[in-house]
């Protein structure tokens, strides 16, 4: 079994900066995909962004695209997702996400990773 247990949310003002990371336990993974999910109130889960297995691909929702940045350490089981000029539309609740082999390009639906996180509140004031 694998635990993803994300961290670092909160609340910050609009044009600010948070960093939040994913630890990894349980089953180590070789050549996956990881990736960050958003769902606000009301709204289905979306894509935020992802890194193949290298971390040489990463992949982002064109809303996000320029702001955040997504990375991994895999000798600590951890991912990152860095988040820069945050506005009032990125509130939301923050989910880790990982599949268990490479997605390749198919990174966007929620339905092909295997593993979530509880995920982390982060709220934007304006």
């Known amino acids: 079994q694998v635990q993803l247990v994300e961290s670092g949310g909160g609340l910050v003002q609009a044009g600010g900066s948070l960093r939040l990371s994913c630890a990894a336990s349980?089953?180590?993974?070789?050549?996956?995909?990881m990736g960050w999910f958003r769902q606000a109130p009301g709204k289905e889960r979306e894509f935020v962004a992802a890194?193949?297995?290298?971390?040489?691909?990463?992949y982002y929702a064109d809303s996000v695209k320029g702001r955040f940045t997504i990375s991994r350490d895999d000798a600590k089981n951890m991912v990152y997702l860095q988040m820069n000029s945050l506005n009032p539309d990125d509130t939301a609740v923050y989910y880790c996400?990982?599949?268990?082999?490479?997605?390749?390009?198919?990174?966007?639906?929620?339905?092909?990773?295997?593993?979530w996180g509880q995920g982390t509140q982060v709220t934007v004031s304006s």
């Open positions: 996400a990982a599949s268990e082999r490479d997605l390749y390009s198919g990174v966007t639906p929620p339905g092909r990773y295997n593993y």
């Open positions: 349980g089953r180590t993974f070789w050549r996956n995909t």
């Open positions: 890194i193949n297995w290298s971390g040489a691909n990463t």
